[in-house]
């Protein structure tokens, strides 16, 4: 078997289409260091935009939608990052012949908008809605490539799918223990506003469009695993900054409409802002996505999906912990049924994947054991 750490095999194809051998040990320490960046997102999102950072009712130092504009200049951060990678590595040649393809266009556009859901959603909802709401995108992922691959799906998927949505609405509070006026019951009255977010139920819409933008990502990013790492990052996030300012601009244009003025911007950042501001736009942008790009490359699409939850327990932590938000046991069902619907498919394909793995590494120590015991008998 190939020794999972060889480099890119560079031949003709300079451009990174050659043979790439995964480097396991990497992809999962990248994958970590990806998620804990992304997890982060609540805490410098809501540090660079409150006026109180741990006071959602007292408002933004700017409009409502200052979440898609910090996305914008997170994805900016990365564009400038992989840039000036790219020429440290003196890889100019590499992104030049590199051919941009509609997958690798549509993963960046995809991954830029659903991260400006995303940030809009941290400001204006519970953290733990947030996450557990982008992360209906493994499914969606799954969904997309049964449509368009016409991948089967097995029933343990179809079973997942509805432990995801049935996860969506404990999570939002829709069914589970005390809704409805019930010890157990479903409601499907929406909460739109609380005393600590006045616009939770737009929050909420938002996080579960970053879910479904995310998974569209996820299903584009799928493709080309061949292309170098860096070529591809710069690409990436030259269309996550149009993804990201598309949303800026649809949440600035609502701003003409009677009754949601506060959606134009109008940004008066103090220094402690602009510092939330910078830690976001580093940690969470080049640092977690550029690591991300790291892992999609180096592990198997189950290995990459199953690692990327650990993002949730991290967000979790931090509304728990630094801004006190409650964690309901409606809320730990809906995060148990979302992530283990997203998981458990990933985990069985991981297994899978090493279980092949050492069959095929067994098959080729016998076959070269038989070439030995073979050649030593010409010999005699």
């Not at 269309?239 to 649809?250: D, E, N, Q, R």
């Amino acid at each position: 078997m190939a020794d999972n750490n060889k480099d890119l095999k560079v031949g003709k194809d300079v451009d990174g289409s050659g043979g790439y051998e995964m480097k396991l040990n990497l992809g999962t320490i990248a994958m970590l260091i990806s998620a804990t960046g992304m997890g982060l997102v609540p805490l410098f999102s809501r540090w660079a935009t409150r006026t109180d950072m741990f006071d959602g009712a007292a408002g933004f130092n700017a409009g409502d939608s200052i979440g898609a504009l910090m996305a914008v200049g997170r994805m900016g951060m990365g564009v400038l990052f992989f840039v000036v990678l790219l020429v440290a590595t003196h890889k100019v040649h590499v992104f030049k012949k590199l051919k941009l393809t509609p997958a690798i266009a549509l993963g960046g556009l995809m991954i830029g908008m659903s991260l400006a859901c995303y940030v809009t959603s941290t400001l204006l909802t519970t953290v733990s809605n947030a996450v557990l709401f982008i992360y209906i995108g493994p499914v969606i992922c799954v969904l997309l490539a049964r449509i368009f691959r016409k991948e089967p799906m097995s029933v343990l998927q179809w079973i997942c799918l509805a432990a995801v949505f049935i996860g969506m609405l404990f999570g939002e509070g829709l069914l589970g223990f005390g809704v409805g006026g019930q010890v157990f019951g479903l409601d499907f009255n929406l909460v739109p506003s609380t005393p600590e977010f006045p616009m939770k139920g737009i929050g909420d819409a938002f996080g579960i469009a970053s879910g479904f933008f995310y998974g569209a990502s996820m299903f584009f990013n799928g493709y080309r695993k061949d292309a170098d790492t860096t070529a591809r990052g710069v690409w990436n996030f030259i269309f996550a900054v149009l993804g990201a300012g598309v949303i800026t601009i649809v949440l600035n244009s609502l701003g003409a409409t009677p009754g949601m003025e506060n959606w134009a911007l109008n940004v008066h950042f103090t220094t402690f802002n602009w510092i939330g501001a910078v830690l976001l736009w580093i940690i969470c942008g080049p640092i977690a996505l550029g690591f991300l790009l790291v892992a999609g490359r180096n592990l198997p699409a189950a290995d990459y999906g199953t690692i990327a939850y650990w993002e949730v327990p991290v967000a979790l932590f931090i509304g728990l912990v630094v801004f006190g938000e409650p964690f309901t046991i409606n809320t730990a069902l809906g995060a148990i049924l979302i992530i283990g619907g997203g998981a458990i498919p990933s985990v069985k394909g991981m297994v899978a994947g090493r279980k092949h793995k050492q069959e095929v590494e067994i098959r080729e120590n016998l076959a070269a054991k038989l070439a030995e015991e073979e050649a030593k008998e010409k010999l005699k």
